[in-house]
């Protein structure tokens, strides 16, 4: 629990709701210290595609005036730019949809609302959540880029403007700023949040997922979307078996990633853990041109209107990917798909008796410059195999900035990959 | 090629489209023959929800201005009226979204336009594409059902209103209607086709799909969203092995279903098609359970803002699921997922060395009344199972109903399921 010292905006979404129950504070105080963070930062920052404060005090105000409305009373959250809002503006990141209205809330908007959440507002995405970055900077080096494409989520959550943020992944969108920015970012099972509302940008690799500033956040969200009960599992009882696994990609992990990685896996290890290295076999390695391939395909249908009627509103970078998709023949599209789906279940085997892999998460710091959000490819092997990640904020470079680790879980096993994240959370940090 | 004495609203869209390429008629003249069979029916069948007749010529007489713009130039189309259009209502048949104007068009909608298609206008759907009827009746007794939930495209193509249609399949919403009206309905495999700008009903289940007079129009329309190659296959060049599943539901299926089925089953065998009966185990019979379970969890997240913003717009049969989905634990629905999976897993084994299934698609012909849509179980079961299916109108009762029979395909086999299908098609009907 918060000390009295401790300010509103820097709780977490569990701290809130408890503080709020039990009388210590109001939603309208929560949510007015999340304000008065973002009018001090925004500036710098530009987390927020749009920001309705006065509309998230009335809301705060009458959450204060009647009973608990759920497990989210009171608790700020910002949504990211590509789910529908029917009281604020869905812009997607893009020209195309400035100042556009939806007639509705997407579903996790609306099951937020009902859960008793404040939503603060917008969070700036990449174009269409894709390559093409947003406004945002860094919160540790604003000449850094936040990663993306949930680059406003990260940044906002990372600097306590909101305690909790939606993302989406379909490379590696919500688990990249996460790490650049310091945080926890948090993807669960494909499938396992509905998409309805949101604008899809491959349907087969999108994920829904939260970025949070702590596992229990993020695990408490997914509840309330799915109906699990990831929050109450707390950490393991015993330490849990840690699969070490470099995977093919271990060349894309600079040193700062690998050494938050192998000094994870050694401190693991020190602190009981059993720590097996996890060899991939060569056939993975045939994942992340498939991903590229569904991902073309894919958004080149997804972008269908857009294509053909806002062409010159769409970014160069996209369009690139837009006009490969258009070139890849469905041959090409399916034996991706094959791909994907006979490595998704040769997955029990490369667990083996590992609760969970250990990998790394992205090249290292966030790199200089805005022009783009990063290297995905480390994380996009685990979006397309549609198991669950999570990324852990447990290392720093000798500048300070964020590096995280990833922990990968089995296939629809949140629940055991939420529990060893908490024990390994505890563990694997530098001292 | 039509002769000089049909009239263009009964041609085929591989006629139109050649017919418009060879200069024997325009654009205009097939749209204003659509245009003038709905005028003259419309009143008795009810199966649009929107109808622009102005916009539909004045983008008739442009293509016929320009050069060939597509594969579909000049063919008209009916959209079920759950797909977005940017320049047209899309009220989902619901009160909640009456006069709704989408900022955008759904994918498979820009993909027609850009094909050439003439968008006539939006066709009547069951509320929110599930069990609540629209106003549509059966074009061969109008106080029969159409059929849901795809019940405006069913009608609208079965009648010579339009070639060709869109619909969706959740549980039976394209093959029952497409049996009950007489034409074709063809589900391809789950995810063959984007469902960008679809308001999804079940994200696990729903599956875009063609209403259509003839195979090779579903197969030109697939194609075009696509990038398949299926128009072009042609019907087996050898007779197809052909496995008789009259699957765990056969007491679903009426003495008029039982006639069709079994009678294209001879005459298919007489016609020199291998013919084999397949059992399907036991497991099986968890799949309507599954299937309703897995309907009712994601459809209650589907319609999270409906629900929690227009619960009194909602009819109490939807309403009825969407309490049933919010009752269902993620366990259950996660089991139902799991039964599903291993099931999908199975059918190479079930299908054999069979091309194609024959099934039961209804029970019988369209049934009185226009409250409810009919019995989805005999199409659901395979829907779930994400194969391809289609529904051909081989049969008629003694009253002269249509009743049609179930092909299903080999997992992702579309092409093998549409090429068997022309060969039954010419050969499996009463005679």
Redesign the interface.
Known sequence: MASVEEPLNRLSALEITQGIAQGRFTAEAVTKACLARIEAREATLGAWAHLDAEAALTRARALDLGPIRGPLHGVPVGIKDVFDT?DMPTEMGSPI?AG?R??????????L??AGAVILGKTVTAEFAGVFPGKTTNPFDAARTPGGSSSGSAAAVADAMVPVALGTQTGGSILRPASFCGIVGFKPSF?AI????L??AA??LDTVGVLARGIDDAALLTDV????ALAVGGACAHAPAIGLCRTFLWDHAGAESVAAVEGAAARLKEAGAGLAEVDMPEAFAALSGARDTINAY?RA??M??????HRHDISDKLATIIEEGLA???ES??GA?TIAEGLRAGLDELFGANDVLLAPCVPGAAPEGLDSTGDPALQGLWTILHVPAITLPTHRTGGGLPVGIQLIGRP?DDQRLLSAARWVAARAGAR
């Open positions: 029917f949809y556009h939806p007639a509705s809330d997407a579903s996790v908007v609306a099951v609302r009902a499938g509905s998409r309805v509302g604008k899809i349907e087969t979307f799915t109906g699990q894919e249908r997804a269908a209107f857009e294509w053909h009627h890849t023949s469905f599209y399916m798909i629809r």
